[in-house]
């Protein structure tokens, strides 16, 4: 069959519709949500993010039903869960697009959330850089030395969390794990005046709890 002739035939029934043909480029092609890769015959996928995509969600705090808040949020893990996504495509760029991270305190369960644009090490190692200098611009920083507690080496102390094209996007993930480590009274950041949010909790209701950080069964109030 010619695909050029039928896809004149389909352009003549309406005027008004245009369809084009997709064509693979270094044997990558995206068709709709994934996209896809052919390794020597052997078809793999990624996510397909379009260059002008917003990846905006309805807040929680607006005045849309309630049914309507969740519908994204459970799009998003169903999509993740459904796709069969190699490991490589799942950390591609991890060093190198802006993040979400945490830091983990050497002797206590408390952690730090933050974003950054820039590589990962070089944010780890402003941190630090505070602690050695008793600097006041971490929060990692005064944790240390306002209980003689310590940092270990970069595999240990550093997770990303998220990685993400656009700094914008990273607000939610960021506001996500903040929140989730406030519940369980472990954060190093600024305490969270909303104490309950619908989408969140229906994000770790969905996701498998995966972060060494954040697996202790005993959380002190106060840190040590």
């Known amino acids: 069959m010619n695909i050029h002739y039928t896809l004149n035939e389909v352009n003549d029934i309406n005027p008004k519709l245009k369809f084009t043909i997709q064509r693979q480029t270094d044997y990558i092609m995206n068709f709709l949500d ?3 890769i052919n390794h020597n015959c052997t078809i793999d996928c990624s996510i397909f993010h379009k260059p002008t995509a917003a990846d905006a969600i309805i807040h929680s705090a607006s005045c849309h039903f309630i049914e309507h808040k969740p519908a994204a949020i459970r799009y998003l893990i169903d999509r993740v869960n459904t796709y069969t996504l190699s ?5 591609t760029n991890k060093y190198k697009l802006s993040k979400v991270y945490q830091l983990k305190c050497g002797k206590c369960p408390y952690i730090y959330t933050g974003q950054t644009g820039q ?4 944010q780890y190692k402003e941190h630090i850089r505070e602690i050695k200098n008793n600097g006041e611009n971490s929060k990692v920083a005064l ?4 209980t003689r507690h310590i940092c270990t080496n970069l595999e240990e102390t550093l997770h990303v969390l998220h990685v993400q094209h656009k700094g914008g ?4 993930p960021e506001s996500y794990h903040i929140y989730k480590a406030n519940k369980q009274g472990i954060t190093l950041n600024e305490t969270l005046t909303e104490i309950y949010n619908p989408i969140f909790e229906i994000i770790s209701k969905n996701r498998p709890n995966n972060n060494p950080s954040t697996t202790y ?3 002190p109030s106060q840190p040590p």
């Open 34 to 36: 994934p996209t896809i």
């Open 217 to 219: 069964n005993q959380v």
């Open 87 to 91: 490991e490589e495509n799942k950390t």
């Open 119 to 122: 590589p990962v090490k070089t």
């Open 143 to 146: 944790h240390i030395q306002n």
């Open 169 to 172: 996007m990273m607000n939610m």
